[in-house]
């Protein structure tokens, strides 16, 4: 899917009055089947722009194409089609507790299914051995049938990716993808992330507290900074000192001290998103 943003600023509705927008301005052009990682500091943005790509965010000014339709300019049925072909992956899966992996892994396909398919599928799932590949490039092949709630935080996030890759979306918005992993599964789970994008041909935009890791699994990399593209680069021109004016008020977030939702080997609640 090819996106175009030109000036596009976008505010939260439970935003106070006093707040600025979460978005000013941002001018952003990919091509179909593009890979960008968004970088930033805590509250640049990053999210909010996932949103508004994603159609869950309507923009105050500016525009947004899409394959270079204006979602926000379609009837309510060609807006839900299209919110069909895109798939917005928060930083934990919204996975009900009792929910077998397998299920949730499946559930990555009921944007793209009816109604009728998605109530049928409830009783006779298909698509098992679908779910198992996507879990494996994972790792996680041995929990296809294991209860969501007996997960560690990073299998949980591993199985959000795989539900992700079950979508086919021709967008694909990722959030935060690493949070609860550990270094080696991180970069193992990006390398899986990536490569399943390309196969699938779609658009990836990704957003990476980790900076070393996005520069290294992203050929071009987009900085924000107060809701603001500060800079939108190839990966391997993306020097030190942008770097360092990026993150100049969150230095610690640089040296990779960014929250972390919870660690790879501990069992915890589960954050409940909208998708
Ligand atoms: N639901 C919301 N209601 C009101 N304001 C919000 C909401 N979500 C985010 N904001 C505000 O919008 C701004 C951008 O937040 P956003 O979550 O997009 O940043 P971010 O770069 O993704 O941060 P982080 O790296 O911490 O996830 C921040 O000022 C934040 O406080």
Known sequence: MRIELRQLSAAHPAASRTAGHALTGVDLQLHSGEHVAVIG???AGKTTLLQALACALRPQAGSLLLDDADPWRLSHRALQRLRGTLFLAPQM???PPRQRVVTAVL???LPR???WQSVRSLFYPVGIAEADAALERFDLADKLFARVDRLSGGERQRVGLARALLARASL???????SALDPTRARQALASLTSAAREQRATLVCTMHDVPMALAHFPRVVGMQQGRVAFDLPAAQVSPAHLQALYAQRPDELAGAAPRIEPDDVAGPVTMHCR
Do not use: H, I, Q, T
Request: hydrophobic share 40%; aromatic share 0%.
């Open 41 to 43: 500091p805590s509250g």
């Open 93 to 95: 899966p919204p996975l």
């Open 172 to 178: 694909l918005l990722v959030d935060e993808p690493l």
């Open 113 to 115: 299914m009816s109604l």
């Open 107 to 109: 559930a990555g396909r």
